[in-house]
């Protein structure tokens, strides 16, 4: 009988970014005893700095050899930057632009700091065009650097005539606020707010935040949970089960949720997850799934009831008696942004009416060409009113896509039955009050070409905001869910006023590009209560067997540092192996029994789990007990 010493298992984290397995395949070891795991030690805060723009011409630009090239050293709040840039793309065909702490090498162990900042490439013939993307990063020695792989395409960094590499100049700027540090590792979001976040798979920010907002519609999570599904579906092949699974999870579970399941169900493989996809569309493609898989059922229709509104398009003659109409449905809205203050603006540029005169007069039939008006007016709205802003628009001056930066306000009170119902059609009820207040308020943080999600929201519609950004959920107050996220400019607090008396101002990246509002006479039936009984029987079993198996394994990894497994071989272990010749050792070691032991356990302790396994056989050579010459070498490994 013989007897082997395993390591104890790799301790990561089950769910990471990048796909992997950390379990173990053959035998599972018999545990021996528990241990409590260690406690965390919490990170050290500091105050909030000043905010500062560091402006870093770049001469010679075209002959710059190198692949890396920094810029001079600057000082925000006591620390040390500097950029970083990668003039020929980090492997990639774009400018590369990172934001460096300058003296990473030398700080001492354990070092953090955290900062919210920016990184801008100047047109320096039309400054409204520079290209300008913010972020932020707690930096630590294993990411010293942050920023952006794929800032701007080469060949447009590089053409002159678009203005960024002038005289073989490239103007680059950074603005960078110090802020405190944030304590990613012992924030406990279920326990600070009540409510749990998802895990981002590397680009699924944008996913996230739509999850989390129809999550928060309790009549559409109620009705997700009474979709019929088996025991027998798997989440990765039903999208239904997966987003009740996802549900599930959000409301009982205590740490972040996974969304893996739900994306394969989607068809996405892990390339899918890491593609920036568009949330409006995402957001129809799952309604219209959803709405099919609910028809013959009991919750048949409940998209449409929560989402779906009516609009009537019309051509109306000036000078004769002839007007045609078409009824279309809609399930979100999408509201100019640009030249528009505010949401009521948008609405008024909507139902806008457009002449139809000189060469661009209607044929109405048996009239012939006729002067006209067209427009458009609302025969109801839903009771979950969602509005898609239009930030990102194409620019046929420079042959791209834009985001829109400008300012753009949004109520907490939406009412659309203003100035005596002016969006509403001749055949609406007007009996209906359309008076709406604010859900939820989904904001985009950066530029065109990439950037982060998140939502503010409140679920229950009570005063208490909160942010949920991947898997950190916090409590927020009205100004910075509303007034925020407006866009448009903000100046900068003076660091030397008495020096410098003009005002810095900045543009905001981070606005609102979707809104959600809940009719007031509807909000008791959508705000209503969800619990266990709402969810099919089949589906509690599985998941609390999840959940227990998940905890198992946590706590299984949490201690394994203070275990090893040890394997025994008995007689007829090699008895089994010995005369064939499919294994080079003289026993099968996966085929044999596993102890999962402290490594502190006494040896008589650990021979007395199991007599049946220890019998008293001695030592040919030497006649001493074979079991205790096995304990020694054990103790010599």
């Avoid at 679920?459 to 905001?465: A, F, G």
């Avoid at 949920?468 to 866009?487: H, I, N, S």
Wanted: aromatic share 12%; charged share 25%; hydrophobic share 35%.
């Amino acid at each position: 009988m013989t007897m082997m010493a395993t390591p104890p298992l790799d301790q990561e984290d089950e769910e990471m970014l990048v796909p992997h397995s950390d379990l173990v395949e053959g035998p599972q070891p018999m545990e021996v005893s528990q241990v409590e795991p260690a406690s965390t030690v919490e990170n050290q805060q500091v105050e909030d700095p000043p905010s500062m723009r560091f402006t870093w011409p770049i001469e010679n630009f075209s002959r710059l050899n190198t692949k890396k090239h920094y810029s001079d050293i600057f000082i925000v709040g006591g620390y040390k930057w500097r950029i970083l840039i990668f003039p020929k793309g980090n492997n990639v065909d774009h400018l590369s632009m990172y934001l460096d702490v300058a003296d990473s090498a030398i700080l001492p162990y354990g070092w953090l700091r955290y900062a919210q900042f920016s990184l801008a490439v100047v047109n320096q013939i039309h400054p409204k065009y520079s290209i300008r993307k913010d972020t932020q990063h707690q930096f630590n020695a294993r990411e010293s650097d942050w920023g952006f792989t794929s800032f701007m395409l080469l060949s447009d960094l590089y053409d002159p005539s678009r203005g960024y590499l002038v005289n073989d100049v490239v103007i680059v700027e950074a603005e960078v606020a110090v802020r405190k540090i944030q304590d990613y590792w012992s924030y406990d979001s279920k326990k600070e707010t009540g409510y749990v976040g998802l895990k981002n798979q590397g680009a699924t920010c944008y996913m996230n935040s739509l999850l989390q907002t129809l999550y928060h519609i309790p009549y559409f999570r109620k009705a997700v949970y009474h979709m019929p599904t088996t025991e027998n579906d798997m989440p990765t092949g039903s999208i239904p089960l997966a987003l009740q699974s996802l549900f599930y999870k959000l409301q009982y579970n205590d740490t972040s949720v996974a969304t893996k399941e739900l994306t394969k169900s989607f068809g996405w493989d892990t390339y899918d997850s890491f593609m920036q996809h568009d949330v409006q569309e995402l957001n129809r493609v799952l309604s219209e799934k959803l709405e099919d898989k609910m028809k013959g059922t009991v919750v048949e229709g409940t998209i449409q009831q929560l989402f779906e509104g009516h609009h009537m398009n019309y051509i109306e003659c000036i000078n004769v008696d002839y007007k045609s109409t078409r009824k279309e449905s809609f399930y979100d809205l999408q509201l100019d942004v640009k030249g528009c203050r505010d949401v009521y603006a948008s609405f008024d540029k909507y139902v806008e009416v457009e002449r139809l005169e000189g060469d661009n007069k209607y044929h109405a039939e048996e009239h012939g060409l006729q002067d006209a008006k067209k427009g458009v007016l609302f025969i109801d709205f839903p009771p979950v009113l969602q509005l898609q802003l239009k930030r990102f628009e194409y620019d046929f001056m420079r042959d791209t896509m834009v985001k829109i930066n400008d300012r753009y306000e949004f109520p907490l009170q939406l009412d659309l039955d203003r100035e005596n119902g002016k969006y509403l059609s001749p055949e609406a009820d007007r009996s209906v009050r359309n008076l709406y207040t604010l859900h939820s308020v989904l904001v985009h943080s950066g530029g065109v070409h990439g950037g982060h999600y998140y939502a503010f929201i409140r679920p229950t519609l009570s005063d208490q905001w909160y942010k949920f950004d991947d898997e950190r959920v916090t409590k927020e107050d009205m100004k910075r869910a509303l007034e925020e996220q407006y866009g448009g400019e903000e100046e900068l607090p003076q660091t030397n006023p008495g020096l410098n008396n003009i005002p810095f101002k900045f543009t905001k990246y981070s606005n609102a590009y979707m809104l959600v509002y809940i009719r007031e006479s509807d909000k008791d039936k959508i705000i209503c209560n969800v619990d266990e009984k709402d969810i099919a029987e089949h589906l509690r079993i599985r998941l609390k067997k999840e959940q227990e198996e998940k905890e198992d394994k946590r706590r299984y990894k949490a201690q394994a540092h203070l275990f090893t497994i040890i394997k025994v071989a008995r007689d007829e272990d090699l008895a089994e192996q010995i005369g064939k010749d499919i294994y080079f050792d003289l026993v099968d070691h996966d085929k044999v029994r596993s102890f999962r032991v402290q490594k502190q356990t006494a040896f008589q302790a650990f021979k007395a789990l199991s007599p049946a396994m220890f019998p008293a056989y001695s030592c040919y050579a030497c006649r001493m007990p074979l079991i205790r010459i096995a304990a020694m070498h054990v103790a010599c490994n």
